[in-house]
C-alpha cells in the first residue's frame, strides 16, 4: 500500500485560531475525508509555525514545553496596568515572549489607536520583572527571546526603555513622557544601557527597513491607526531619535514591530533572528529534515505582507521544489499561483465576517474540498 506523509503547518488565523488549534482542526478534517481512500496510507506531522507574532507563545510551548508566568504591566496607552503572560521553558532555559500580548494591536480599543500616544513600556516593566526574579533565583534562564509581530505601537522601543530610566530631554532641560508625539522635541536622550547576564532575542516576521517609504511607519503604521501625516511625524521622531543616539547611517535597523526591535537591539543589544531562521531551525520545519508527499500551511490573510518573508511564505518557498503537492488554506487571498493550490475559507460563505464566525466550520469544508479535488479521484 502507498504511503504518503502529510505535513501540516499552518500560521495562525488572526481573530480564529492560533497555529497550533488550526493544526489540529486540518489533521482532524482532513484525516476524516483522507479515510474515504483505501488505496492510499497517510502519515500526519504536524508542525505549527509562528513568524513571531500572534499565537507564539502556543509554538513555544507546542515545540519546548513552558510554562506560564503572569505579570501586571502598564497599558500601551499609559494609563492603567493589565495581567501579561509570558512563557517559561525550564528545559530551554528561555523565557517567550510575544509582544501582541503586550502591546497588540487586540489590547487597543478602536478609541485608542493612536500611535503617536501609545508606547511599549509594558515590555520595559516585563524585561525589568524577569530580570528580578532571574537575580532572586526564582527562575533561571539564559536568554529572553521576543516575537516580534501583531503590534499596536510605533514607538523605536522608547517606552521599553523609559522602565529601566531613559530620559528625553527638550531644549528647555523638561522632561518630555516617553510617546512618538514628542520624539520630534528631544534634544538630549539620557540612557544607560543596563547589564544584563542573559541575552535578548526578537523573532521578526518581516524583513523590511525601519525607516523610508517601505519602512515601518509608511507599511504598518496606517493599519494602527495613524493618518497620512501622524505617519511623517513617527517618520520625523525616529531620524531626530537616531540622530541624537549617534546611531550610524549604515546601521541595519528592521522595521518589525513599529521599531520595536530596532529599539531592542540599539538600546539593549538585543539580536535579531529573522523568522525563516527561527523556523527553519529552532522549529525544524526544512526540506532537510522533512520529506513530505503533501504539504499544507495557511495563514488569515494571503496577501503582498505574506511575501514580506512571513510564515507561510517562509514554509512555501522552502519546500515549493522538493516535488511535493502544496495546499495554502487562507481566509482570504491576493494571490494566485501555479506552484500550489489557495483554497480561500470566505469562499464558503457570504462574508468575511461569517467565515471568522464559522472558521472550524471553513476549514473542514476546505479540507473536503482538497480530498475530494486532489486526492480522491486520483
Known amino acids: 500500500m502507498n504511503k504518503k506523509l502529510i505535513i501540516v503547518a499552518p500560521n495562525s488565523y488572526k481573530e480564529c485560531a492560533n497555529s497550533v488549534k488550526a493544526a489540529n482542526l486540518i489533521e482532524t478534517s482532513l484525516h476524516k475525508y483522507l479515510n474515504e481512500n483505501k488505496s492510499t496510507e497517510y502519515e500526519f506531522i504536524k508542525k505549527p509555525i509562528s513568524d513571531g507574532g500572534d499565537g507564539f507563545l502556543e509554538v513555544c510551548d507546542f515545540y519546548f514545553g513552558t510554562k506560564e508566568i503572569s505579570m501586571e504591566i502598564s497599558l500601551p496607552w499609559g494609563k492603567g496596568k493589565f495581567k501579561c503572560s509570558v512563557a517559561y521553558s525550564e528545559k530551554n532555559k528561555s523565557v517567550f515572549i ?20 501609545l508606547n511599549s513600556k509594558g515590555l520595559g516593566e516585563l524585561l525589568f520583572s524577569l530580570n528580578e526574579l532571574k537575580n532572586s533565583g526564582e527562575i533561571k534562564f539564559d536568554k529572553i527571546v521576543i516575537g516580534i509581530g501583531g503590534t499596536g505601537t510605533s514607538d523605536l522601543g522608547i517606552g521599553a526603555c523609559s522602565a529601566f530610566g531613559m530620559k528625553l530631554i527638550n531644549k528647555e532641560g523638561d522632561v518630555l513622557s516617553p510617546f512618538p508625539e514628542n520624539f520630534n522635541g528631544i534634544h538630549q536622550i539620557i540612557w544607560e544601557k543596563p547589564e544584563f547576564d542573559f541575552v535578548i532575542k526578537t523573532i521578526i516576521d518581516v524583513e523590511n527597513p525601519l525607516l523610508g517609504p517601505n519602512g515601518a511607519n509608511y507599511v504598518f503604521a496606517k493599519q494602527k491607526g495613524a493618518s497620512d501625516s501622524e505617519m511623517q511625524i513617527l517618520e520625523n521622531g525616529f531620524k531626530n531619535i537616531l540622530a541624537k543616539t549617534g546611531a550610524q547611517a549604515d546601521t541595519v ?13 540599539l538600546f539593549f543589544g538585543a539580536e535579531e533572528i529573522y523568522a525563516e531562521d527561527f523556523i527553519k531551525n529552532e522549529l525544524g520545519i526544512n526540506n532537510k529534515n522533512l520529506s513530505p508527499q503533501i504539504l499544507i500551511t495557511g495563514e488569515g490573510k494571503f496577501d503582498v505582507q505574506t511575501y514580506m518573508n512571513k510564515g507561510a511564505a517562509i514554509v512555501i518557498n522552502e519546500f515549493k521544489n522538493s516535488g ?8 482570504s487571498s491576493e494571490n494566485k499561483s501555479e506552484d500550489f493550490h489557495i483554497i480561500e475559507l470566505i469562499e464558503f460563505f457570504e462574508n468575511e465576517e461569517e467565515s471568522i464566525k464559522q472558521f472550524e466550520k471553513g476549514i473542514d469544508f476546505a479540507c473536503k474540498k482538497i480530498a475530494e479535488s486532489y486526492f480522491l479521484e486520483s
Do not use: D, T
Open 98 to 117: 510575544e509582544s501582541a500580548k503586550v502591546l497588540g494591536l487586540a489590547l487597543i480599543p478602536p478609541g485608542k489607536r493612536q500611535p503617536l500616544r
Open 253 to 265: 535597523l528592521s522595521g518589525a514591530g513599529g521599531g520595536l526591535s530596532a529599539g531592542l537591539k
Open 324 to 331: 511535493c503537492e502544496i495546499f495554502v488554506i487562507a481566509g
